[in-house]
T-cell receptor, first 115, second 115 residues
Framework: NAGVMQNPRHLVRRRGQEARLRCSPM?????VYWYRQLPEEGLKFMVY????????ESGMPKERFSAEFPKEGPSILRIQQVVRGDSAAYFC?????????????FGPGTRLLVL | QQQVKQSPQSLIVQKGGISIINCAYE??????FPWYQQFPGKGPALLIA?????SEKKEGRFTISFNKSAKQFSLHIMDSQPGDSATYFC??????????????FGQGTTLQVKP
């Protein structure tokens, strides 16, 4: 059973470009979380999604950031008009439907570098 | 503001020694306290977790001690090995987020176990 997959693993963007980060949860998992890890810091919660629904986006910046988890396909974290402060590692985690939240399996992360 | 404070920031231990990492929380009630282990370039992996109705939980060489009145919890790694060298994060799920699993992370402790 493959773990949580994220791609790309590394992404370089210039200021003002768009970044799209993809997350495929573990098989059978219908709950996805996104976290951001700035250098030398812990992970910060961004958003929690179920299929086709955003449940908790209290950690999402108000502008430029959006997330979706469509009925088919991976979850997408989209950052528009990136700035240097967006450089970070972005981790996705997934939970099975019967153990929401407490059992979160993390992917390897996407390292975003904004030049 | 929900916060989990973690110390020390870094720790060096000799092989066979005990590694101790401490966390404290404030201003809110939490009802689930997991610890995550992260190796360079990887995503965090769940190590061990505890609920506030239990004062101690042990799994192999890893033990969590929980002091509810002091709002503190700690991770003890007995007989530390070089393979334990990693970054360790404590985390907590707020009671009001227990049905969504929003994890609040500490800042992380980088552990180095010397042979």
């Amino acid at each position: 059973n493959a773990g949580v997959m994220q791609n790309p693993r590394h992404l370089v963007r210039r200021r003002g470009q768009e970044a799209r980060l993809r997350c495929s949860p573990m098989k059978g998992h219908s709950h996805v979380y996104w976290y951001r890890q700035l250098p030398e810091e812990g992970l910060k919660f961004m958003v929690y999604l179920q299929k086709e629904n955003i449940i908790d986006e209290s950690g999402m910046p108000k502008e430029r950031f959006s997330a979706e988890f469509p009925k088919e396909g991976p979850s997408i974290l989209r950052i528009q008009q990136v700035v240097r402060g967006d450089s970070a590692a972005y981790f996705c985690a997934s939970s099975p439907p019967n153990r929401v939240g407490e059992t979160q399996y993390f992917g390897p992360g996407t390292r975003l570098l904004v030049l | 503001q929900q916060q989990v404070k973690q110390s020390p920031q870094s720790l060096i231990v000799q092989k066979g020694g005990i590694s101790i990492i401490n966390c404290a929380y404030e201003n809110t009630a939490f009802d689930y306290f997991p610890w995550y282990q992260q190796f360079p370039g990887k995503g965090p992996a769940l190590l061990i977790a505890i609920r506030p109705d239990v004062s101690e939980k042990k799994e192999g060489r890893f033990t969590i001690s929980f002091n509810k009145s002091a709002k503190q919890f700690s991770l003890h790694i007995m007989d530390s090995q070089p393979g334990d060298s990693a970054t360790y994060f404590c985390a907590a799920i707020p009671q009001h987020s227990s049905n969504t699993g929003k994890l609040i992370f500490g800042q992380g402790t980088t552990l180095q176990v010397k042979p």
